[in-house]
Structure formats: structure tokens, C-alpha cells
């Protein structure tokens, strides 16, 4: 397992070459320049994401909630019962967080089950 913040474009054929188990903390678009599908076209089946959700995205200063919910939503119809995909905020909730929104990927998530 290692620790991937920050943007990894350059570095997702090194993690292969690792051959690490878990990339923790992956943080996707908007936070970096990386989307989470070309990060898991190169990782495929071989390495598990955990992240997903950057930090920002729980900010009212970065998203609206409606362009956050629009996030979530997809994230999950993509994600959300996919093997080597665990969801996560990437690298912290941050103090300027937003509980609604936090409520609102809890309650996705326990709708997905």
C-alpha cells in the first residue's frame, strides 16, 4: 500500500512496476488534472484504488451542491460496486467541510447496499 495525494499522472506506470496492492488517497479531477478512469484504465484489476473524492469537492467555496451531488452520483454509478475501488475523501475532510455533504454520500452509500 502506498500513499498516492497529489497528482500522479507521470508516476501510475511506477505503481504497476511496484507492484503495490493499494493506492490510498487517489485524488482525482478537480483537485488534479487526473481523471479517475484514466487511473483506473492503467491500474485495472491489479491495484485498488481508495479515494475518489477530493476534498475540495466537500467545500461549498468549490462546488455548488448540485455540481457536488452531480459528482457523487456519478462516481458511484461508475464505482459503486466495483472490485479495487474503495471510496474515501482524498488525503482529509478539511475543517471548512460541509456536513450535508458528508450526509449525502453517506446516504448513497447505504443506498447501495
Known amino acids: ?9 507521470l508516476l501510475l506506470a511506477l505503481y504497476l512496476e511496484a507492484d503495490i496492492d493499494i493506492a490510498d488517497s487517489i485524488c ?18 491489479r491495484i485498488t484504488i481508495w479515494g475518489g473524492i477530493s476534498s475540495i469537492l466537500l467545500c461549498r467555496a468549490s ?16 464505482y ?11 488525503d482529509l475532510a478539511t475543517a471548512d467541510a460541509e456536513r450535508d455533504r458528508v450526509q449525502y454520500i453517506r446516504d448513497k452509500v447505504a443506498a447501495l447496499s
Not at 500500500?1 to 499522472?9: F, K, Q
Not at 479517475?36 to 484489476?45: H, N, S, T
Request: include cysteine; hydrophobic fraction near 35%; proline fraction near 4%.
Open 28 to 45: 482525482p479531477f478537480p483537485m488534479t488534472r487526473c481523471h479517475l478512469d484514466e487511473i483506473r484504465a492503467v491500474f485495472g484489476d
Open 1 to 9: 500500500m502506498t500513499y498516492t495525494d497529489g497528482e500522479n499522472r
Open 63 to 78: 462546488a455548488s451542491f448540485e455540481e457536488f451531488c452531480q459528482f457523487i452520483d456519478g462516481l458511484l454509478g461508475c
Open 80 to 90: 459503486g460496486h466495483q472490485s479495487h475501488f474503495v471510496l474515501g475523501v482524498s
